[in-house]
């Protein structure tokens, strides 16, 4: 089957596999989170859509954070300075209550796997871990996995890297046991996408990591959500179950249902959520490309259940917004909102329109003091840190929820009440 008509089938499927949610989220209200890394980190692409998923999932709480990632940045440092320079300017200042570590790229020189340089890289690992201790002790830290270096789509410009980057990211669970740190495997996804991609369409499976090391922006997703998977994120953003015939109350989740109407075979609620899906790009086919070959639908559940429909087709509109036609056999599988262009989707896209313009400036931020020696940098550092500020308000004041008003409505022959055959 085609990527991008697997969608709405993915969606439907996962719908139905169980995700334990026992556990309670990892991130607390008032935590500050520092991404440290080197240039997939400074990419600011998986660190933009981890504050998005914990922003839309949980937007009651607030959460800072800060991207430390420097390109060619290596476990001992790199252009930006060595790790001790690293930490001190580019962690320590913010006080973090929760670090991210995530290294190994570049720690391999870009050769087959050597011994001495693997050694060193252990070594200097265990070193800027004690740094970091040092600079924010009381700091939960995360060792997240290198990501592979890409030999699986295409050719290699560096012939056997990826097992010396294979090599780095298996030796992590050793390092967090040895340092008593826990450990997000965020290699495996990504050699995962990158399989299940060249076999359902190798064109498209070239565009997820193009230089072979550092991936397209969609792929950055799947990164995101098995670190918060690994934070025990809630999977489901709402859920709604109700009957079309009976009187009981629709059971819900994550949500409330009132002014709930049946007229006829239509039915009409309002809505007030507690969360939003995640702001996929919808209209970026790359972006529908991962979504039909990896499992972030898992993590993305904003389901609605209606049962005793007469058969036939139904449209569902919120806000007088068509979103689509569905089966009463659809409706009473259940339906993946997440999946589709909604006014909760589009609050979405607009909270993370607002997180680019500040990762713009977070990022003007880091070049002007790590990268210049101009005389009043340290003016300039402030005026950018004010309208990165100023942007985070502006996104925080699009988490503000409100009730949407839902109509289903039949179509074709049980819009009248006669008899579908």
């Known amino acids: 089957m ?3 008509h697997l969608l709405f089938l993915i969606a439907l499927a996962i719908m139905a596999v169980p995700v ?16 440290y890394g080197d240039s997939i980190t400074a990419q600011r692409f998986y660190t933009r859509d981890v504050q998005d998923f914990v922003a839309t999932r949980y937007p009651t709480l607030n959460i800072a954070f800060h991207n430390a990632g420097v390109p060619g940045d290596k476990v001992t440092g790199g252009y930006a300075g060595d790790a001790a ?12 209550t929760v670090i991210t570590v995530m290294l190994g790229m570049n720690d391999g020189d870009y050769m087959k796997p050597n011994p001495k340089v693997f050694a060193d890289y252990q070594a200097g690992y ?44 298996l030796a992590t669970p050793a390092l967090g046991e040895r340092e008593h740190l826990p450990v997000v495997d965020t290699f495996t996804p990504i050699m995962n ?39 025990n994120v809630d999977p489901v953003v709402t859920a709604v179950s109700m009957s079309a015939v009976n009187d009981n109350a629709p059971e819900t989740k994550r949500t409330s249902v009132s002014a709930l109407t049946r007229t006829g075979n239509a039915i009409s609620w309002d809505q007030m959520d507690q969360a939003l899906p995640l702001p996929f790009n919808f209209d970026n086919e790359l972006m529908n490309f991962v979504l039909s070959v990896s499992d972030l639908w898992a993590c993305d ?16 509109q919120i806000d007088a917004m068509k979103i689509g036609t569905f089966s009463a056999q659809q409706l009473a599988e259940g339906i993946n909102l997440a999946t589709m262009k909604t006014p909760m989707w ?23 003091t790590a990268s210049t020696h101009v005389a009043d940098r340290a003016e300039g550092s402030h005026i950018l840190r004010e309208g990165e500020a100023e942007f985070q308000q502006s996104a925080r004041e699009n988490l503000r929820l409100t009730a949407h008003h839902y109509q289903l409505t039949p179509i074709g022959s049980i819009a009248t009440g006669g008899v579908t055959r």
């Open 193 to 231: 996408l990158l399989r299940h991609a060249k076999a359902a369409d190798p064109s498209y499976a070239s565009l997820l990591v193009t230089d072979r090391i550092h991936p397209a922006e969609p792929s950055h997703w799947v990164i995101a959500a098995t670190l918060l998977k690994a934070w």
């Open 301 to 316: 559940q904003e389901t609605l259940r209606i049962t005793d429909l007469q058969p036939g087709d139904y449209r569902l």
């Open 2 to 4: 085609h990527r991008c």
């Open 85 to 96: 320079t690293r930490v001190k300017r580019d962690v320590k200042p913010w006080d973090p």
């Open 20 to 35: 334990a949610t026992s556990q309670s989220f990892s991130l607390h209200d008032g935590d500050r989170v520092a991404f």
């Open 126 to 169: 265990v070193k800027l871990l004690s740094m970091l201790r040092d600079a924010a002790p009381k700091a939960r830290i995360f060792l997240l996995e290198n990501t592979p270096y890409d030999e699986v789509t295409h050719g290699t410009e560096f012939a056997g890297y990826m097992e010396t980057t294979t090599q780095n990211a």
């Open 346 to 368: 589009q609050q979405a896209r607009d909270y993370d329109g607002e997180l680019a313009q500040r990762s713009t400036l977070e990022q003007a931020d880091l070049l002007l």
